[in-house]
């Protein structure tokens, strides 16, 4: 099995914990409460969400989530509220885990994108996804982004007043309304969002639009249907999508993480077998250069892509864990998370 096409998602929780959405599996490792977590190579997993034997399984869980579907994509999670959202790309849905304890093969609490546990159809309407790839969470606002990415929009759920089964999202980014499904290449719209991160202290939300080799900024703080983009990461305007291997340009981005202790933003360029960093403490309205670059030797090399501690091959999701200053990126092509110590980030 090519595991490119089996997004892997890291996120820091509860106690600088680890979620790991790896293959079709959600995984914990669990770190100490007064300390960052010690990693050693190859280490295990203390706890496992999905099938409750550690093993690959498939489908709907008839009580709630035993099996993550046929693909466990975005991982984000509430601080506040001690949970857990996955997406279950292939079911259309988004779960939502108490993980104020974990359990192996524990259920989900709540669901979203379905009316029930039990259902997967697609749909584009308010309640309803396609797909749905990456996840951010706004603790400060209590709010959910979803990417459902074969929509190609950004769902927002406000969470203030509680969550429900099959709840209808706030609002839509990417779309002018719930029931439309368009791509373009302009500031309102996408070609195929992916990664989501979301930078509380500056109100900004950061998509991926894959396809179109871009990040999109917005303003979070003034979020309404179908709102144009601030600013824009890899392309001159808001009309280019063109993939190219310099240090302003990306080649069909996927994964991104923001760094909210040192206002860094790390956006895995997935077609240039690399990661780029960027200064994210001013951004121009567009043609942002990065400051370094991980997983080639300098911004115009894309060919080293081997099984090295410096070459990375996908990109498929990053995490960045500002207080031990550690980047995660997994590199699903060769079933491996490599952690990059961000306190000493340097080109290759």
């Given at each position: 099995?090519?595991?490119?096409?089996?997004?892997?998602k890291?996120?820091?929780?509860?106690?600088?914990?680890?979620?790991?959405?790896?293959?079709?599996?959600?995984?914990?490792?669990?770190v100490?409460?007064?300390?960052?977590?010690?990693?050693?190579d190859?280490?295990?997993?203390t706890?496992?969400?999905?099938?409750?034997?550690?093993?690959?399984?498939?489908?709907?869980?008839?009580?709630?989530?035993?099996?993550?579907?046929?693909?466990?994509?975005?991982?984000?999670y509430?601080?506040?509220?001690?949970?857990?959202?996955?997406?279950?790309?292939l079911?259309?849905?988004?779960?939502?885990?108490?993980?104020?304890?974990?359990?192996?093969?524990?259920?989900?609490?709540?669901?979203?994108g379905?009316?029930?546990?039990?259902?997967?159809?697609?749909?584009?309407?308010?309640?309803?996804?396609?797909?749905?790839l990456?996840?951010?969470?706004?603790?400060?606002?209590?709010?959910?982004?979803?990417?459902?990415?074969?929509?190609?929009?950004?769902?927002?759920?406000?969470?203030?007043?509680?969550?429900?089964?099959g709840?209808?999202?706030?609002?839509?980014?990417g779309?002018?309304?719930?029931?439309?499904?368009?791509?373009?290449?302009?500031?309102?719209?996408?070609l195929?969002?992916?990664?989501?991160?979301?930078?509380?202290?500056?109100n900004?939300?950061?998509?991926?639009?894959?396809?179109?080799?871009?990040?999109?900024?917005?303003?979070?703080?003034?979020i309404?249907?179908?709102?144009s983009?601030?600013?824009?990461?890899?392309?001159v305007?808001?009309?280019?999508?063109?993939?190219?291997?310099?240090?302003?340009?990306?080649?069909?981005?996927?994964?991104?993480?923001?760094?909210?202790a040192?206002?860094?933003?790390?956006?895995?360029?997935?077609?240039?077998?690399?990661?780029?960093?960027?200064?994210?403490?001013?951004?121009?309205?567009?043609?942002?250069?990065?400051?370094?670059?991980?997983?080639?030797?300098?911004?115009?090399?894309?060919?080293?892509?081997?099984?090295?501690i410096?070459s990375?091959y996908?990109?498929?999701?990053?995490?960045?864990?500002?207080?031990?200053?550690?980047?995660?990126?997994?590199?699903?092509?060769?079933?491996?998370?490599?952690?990059?110590?961000?306190?000493?980030?340097a080109?290759?």
């Amino acid at each position: 099995m090519q595991l490119k096409n089996a997004a892997g998602k890291i996120s820091t929780v509860i106690s600088m914990l680890v979620m790991a959405a790896v293959l079709l599996r959600g995984i914990a490792f669990a770190v100490p409460s007064a300390q960052a977590l010690t990693i050693a190579d190859g280490m295990a997993a203390t706890d496992v969400l999905g099938p409750n034997n550690g093993t690959i399984s498939y489908g709907l869980h008839t009580y709630g989530l035993g099996e993550i579907g046929t693909g466990a994509s975005g991982v984000a999670y509430d601080s506040v509220h001690n949970r857990t959202f996955i997406a279950d790309t292939l079911n259309n849905r988004v779960l939502e885990f108490d993980t104020t304890s974990i359990s192996d093969g524990m259920n989900a609490s709540h669901v979203l994108g379905q009316s029930s546990l039990i259902t997967s159809s697609s749909g584009t309407t308010a309640t309803t996804m396609n797909h749905p790839l990456g996840l951010a969470y706004d603790t400060a606002n209590d709010r959910l982004f979803v990417s459902d990415t074969s929509n190609v929009r950004v769902l927002v759920f406000n969470l203030s007043g509680g969550i429900t089964d099959g709840m209808s999202a706030s609002n839509v980014i990417g779309q002018s309304v719930f029931t439309a499904h368009a791509g373009g290449t302009t500031a309102s719209t996408f070609l195929k969002p992916i990664g989501l991160a979301y930078d509380a202290s500056g109100n900004r939300l950061f998509v991926v639009d894959k396809d179109n080799s871009r990040v999109l900024v917005f303003n979070g703080a003034a979020i309404t249907d179908g709102m144009s983009a601030s600013n824009v990461i890899g392309q001159v305007d808001f009309i280019s999508g063109v993939a190219n291997t310099t240090q302003n340009t990306l080649w069909l981005p996927v994964g991104i993480a923001f760094d909210s202790a040192n206002n860094r933003l790390f956006v895995g360029d997935d077609g240039n077998w690399r990661v780029m960093v960027f200064n994210a403490a001013a951004i121009p309205l567009n043609n942002l250069a990065a400051t370094h670059v991980l997983g080639q030797p300098d911004f115009v090399t894309s060919n080293n892509w081997g099984t090295t501690i410096a070459s990375i091959y996908s990109t498929d999701a990053l995490a960045y864990d500002a207080t031990g200053n550690r980047l995660f990126v997994t590199d699903s092509f060769h079933n491996r998370v490599m952690v990059f110590n961000g306190a000493a980030i340097a080109d290759n």
